[in-house]
């Protein structure tokens, strides 16, 4: 039986290193504050929303929705964001995506100051990234899986790292993080010849595909690291939620591996969090 990576014992460590933080910044006068941009009301928005305030509320951080309907035209829009990216009082933001279709998102983003962008929503924040500049926030999902390694002691250096998926919110920033630790990192996607074969080459083997059950028995060998970043309404269980693996397939065979849910996912607002009280800082520095 493989050891479960659940995404509890992170964030709880991560929690109280991070209450000793905020009363640290609370006592110089400072009170790191998430900003959270939302136009309309999708469920999985308002659901993350929830967990972030939530979060935030546990750490004593304040957080503030700024909240649009649905039918915004863009040069609102455009001035709304202005203004929450130049309240002093919020340190980090964090605007859900996609925006409606009639709204220029790709302008939007770089409405948001990059030194507040805690999500890697911005071509800035990307670019420091890229180049490894430790005053860029990675995206959350692809920092908890790296918190998630660090927790659990999981040795990255030197390590064959398969990401399957090359998306710019998860699969590619995390294969810079892999690498920035140097882990030998391969990254596949759609048109990987081979799939299950280079999935099997690796010592950690992380899915972020976005299909249900798609990484199966025969992708994996015994000792491998796995985790799962992927959340699909699980096609046997309706109603219910599984990941990008297969994990009565996979669990019996492989060495460690994160369970969906109660895996990464619960591990990215206490990321946001962490992020949101590092830009305070930074602005403050
Ligand atoms: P995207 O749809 O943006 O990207 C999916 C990637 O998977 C693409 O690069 C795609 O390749 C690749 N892919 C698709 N089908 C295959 C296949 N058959 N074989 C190999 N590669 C394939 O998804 P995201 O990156 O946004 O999300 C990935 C998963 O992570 C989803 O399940 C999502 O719900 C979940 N997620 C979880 C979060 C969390 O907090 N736990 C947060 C964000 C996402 P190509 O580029 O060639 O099309």
């Known amino acids: 039986m493989a050891e479960l990576l659940k995404g509890k014992p992170v964030a709880d460590a991560m929690k109280a290193e991070l209450i000793k933080k905020v009363e640290s910044l609370k006592s110089k006068g400072l009170a790191p504050k998430l900003g959270i941009i939302r136009v309309g009301a999708r469920p999985d928005d308002l659901f993350y929303e929830g967990g972030a305030k939530k979060t935030a509320a546990a750490l004593g951080m304040d957080s503030e929705v ?54 890697c929503l911005t071509t800035g924040g990307q670019a420091k990234i890229f180049t490894d500049d430790p005053t860029g926030f990675p995206p959350c999902t692809p920092t908890a899986c790296m918190d998630m390694l660090h927790h659990f002691d999981i040795p990255i250096k030197g390590k064959k790292c398969v990401v399957v998926g090359r998306s710019l ?60 970043v992927g959340i699909n309404p699980d096609p046997q269980n309706p109603g219910k939620y599984c990941g990008d693996v297969d994990f009565a397939e996979v669990e019996p065979v492989v060495q460690k591996i994160s369970p969906v849910p109660a895996g990464v996912g619960s591990v990215t607002t206490w990321v946001l969090c962490k992020q949101t009280i590092m830009a305070c800082e930074m602005q403050n520095s």
Not at 82 to 94: E, F, N, P, R
Not at 96 to 119: A, G, M, Q, Y
Not at 177 to 206: F, M, Q, W, Y
Not at 214 to 219: D, E, S, T
């Open 66 to 119: 700024f909240e649009y309907p649905e039918d915004i035209q863009q040069p609102a829009f455009e001035e709304a964001v202005i203004k929450v990216g130049q309240m002093k009082s919020v340190h980090g933001i964090l605007m859900f995506s996609p925006l409606p279709k009639h709204l220029n998102e790709k302008k939007i983003r770089t409405l948001i100051p990059v030194e507040k962008d805690v999500d």
């Open 169 to 228: 919110v998860v699969g590619k920033p995390l294969a810079m993080l892999l690498l920035r630790e140097h882990g030998t990192v391969t990254i596949c996607h759609s048109r990987t010849e081979n799939l299950p074969e280079v999935c099997k080459n690796a010592d950690i083997l992380i899915a972020a595909v976005g299909k249900a059950k798609m990484i199966k028995g025969n992708f994996v060998k015994p000792g491998q690291i796995v985790i799962d």
